[in-house]
């Protein structure tokens, strides 16, 4: 659905030039929902840009549903550009039109009649759940409501290819996740392909097939969310998946058992897919003189299966601690000794 | 009563003059709007990361607005009357106001206009960008009407403007209240008739002030 090959896209400022995508080579399926990460300034918006032609590469191409975006100028890229919609952090709806209007803008840029507009607009404000308020203005909704609204707007022309630009950023998490949720069903009920930008992995995690990790402009890690999530490889990768796994508080509630409980071990245990529902617990507690004290733990669903972890101390005689962590590591589990550091 | 303050005021001249204030605002102030939004839209479009970014256009256009805005009107008046002969014919009258009133007040204008236009979240225009709307249809759709409260403003400032301007064209000539206060009540010393020309002029002014004010506020949804 997506190819880019080679890109890179250099701006001139006054401090020199600066590279915000190096060689990036990239090729997202068709109905996929892709995700990128980065920090900010790591090209991810550049890059997104480039797909429906806002950025034009300085190298390279970029190929979206058979028309090569980077080539074409004019009239032919304006009507590249309705078949992919796009959704913004703020929204970035018109204050001086209606729900509806709003709604109905895309189609009046596409040339459709007032008769079809009208009975578009009704579908779409019922698909994103906005039943009863087209005729409210932008500055009347909340954030949640005109995300809503900017997916209507985004879906109007039965695009190939959805573009989310930091799309939750601006909401609360809550209504980020009511979001997530209608961008995932909007993706299942019409095979829409979604890429999206986010600095936020819980994003990446509640909805993305496949997630590509950015940094100074290039690739640095990519694949199924769930692998990463396994064995996030990067030290980049490693910190967006901590924000998921390991919230800053828990490090610190772990350093200070580690440190309360001198005796016996302190594990850490990740969970991949199947292996997130095996009653480990239950199995080293029976086969082994030990006591279990669970300090931790999460289970979190991606779209490709369970990812979660458990801290637990284990304690009891030495060599008993010891065949237990030995036990855990020979299970499908990843097992981690945490000790002071 | 009336008459007693006001004992030399002749009311058909004071209506007549009124009508030709109108006339002059009116008729200068529908070319300033078309003008001054043109100029404006050029301004805005041709500035750095627009759509159109032109530095030489900008920087012609930029020159011509600030010159015709720094002269003073009532210079600016004396300087184009080869130019208002030439095309209207003569020096005298309402009509003869007309040129020196738009190409004082337009670019005046334009410069509101910008300004108002780079109030718009640029946000909004890379979304009608992405939809792929052309560069007329994002002005038709995106930039006048999400401008519109303060391009309306700005219109009611440059009105009240041009009001004042027209008396300033009366003193030499053109006609309307101005000519009336400066003629016939300053130069005969009948203060009572500069008063009242004052009077109807203030009334002109509060009404179009109110006007503009109204419009504004129920325009904006914001």
Known sequence: MILIEQ?????????????AVDDIDLSILE???????GYSGAGKSTLIRMLNGLETPTEGSVTVAGRTVSEIKGVELRKARQEIGMIFQHFNLLWSRTVRDNIAFPLEIAGVSKAERDKRVNELIELVGLDGRGDSYPAQLSGGQKQRVGIARALANNPKVLLCDEATSALDPQTTDSILELLVDINERLGLT??????????????????????????VEMGPVLDVFRRPEQP?????V???TEPEESKETIRHLVEAHPEGKIVKLTFVGVSAEQPVITDIIRRFEVAVNILQGKISQTQNGAYGTLFVHVTGNASEVDKAVAFLDAQQVDSEVITYD | ???????????????????????MTSISVVITFILGLLLGLLLFLTSKGQLWENKAVYGITAVIVNVFRSIPFIILIVLLIP????????????????????????????????IALREIDKGVIEAARAMGASTSTIIRKVLIPESLPALVSGLTVTAIALVSYTAMAGVIGAGGLGNLAFLDGFQR?????????????????????????TFTRKLDKR
């Not at chain 1, 930008?197 to 100074?216: G, L, N, P, Q, S």
């Not at chain 1, 980049?236 to 967006?240: C, E, H, Q, V």
């Open chain 1, 7 to 19: 890109a890179k896209k250099i701006f001139q400022t006054k401090n020199g030039p600066v590279t």
């Open chain 1, 31 to 37: 109905g996929e929902i892709f995700g990128m990460i």
């Open chain 1, 194 to 219: 979604i890429v999206l930008i986010t600095h936020e992995m819980h994003v990446i995690r509640k909805i993305c097939h496949r997630v590509a990790v950015m940094e100074a402009g290039k690739i």
């Open chain 1, 236 to 240: 980049i990768t490693k910190r967006f």
């Open chain 1, 242 to 244: 901590q924000q998921v």
């Open chain 2, 1 to 23: 009563m009336i008459e007693q303050w006001f004992p030399n005021v002749d009311w058909g001249k004071m209506w007549e003059a009124t009508l030709q204030t109108l006339y």
């Open chain 2, 83 to 114: 130019f208002t002969k030439a095309i209207i014919g003569t020096i005298i009258g309402e009509n003869a106001a007309l040129p020196a009133l738009i190409i004082g007040a337009a670019p005046f204008y334009a410069r509101m206009v910008e």
């Open chain 2, 189 to 213: 010393s009948r203060n009572d008739v500069t008063l009242m020309a004052t009077i109807v002029i203030l009334i002109i002014v509060f009404i179009i002030q109110f006007i503009g004010d």
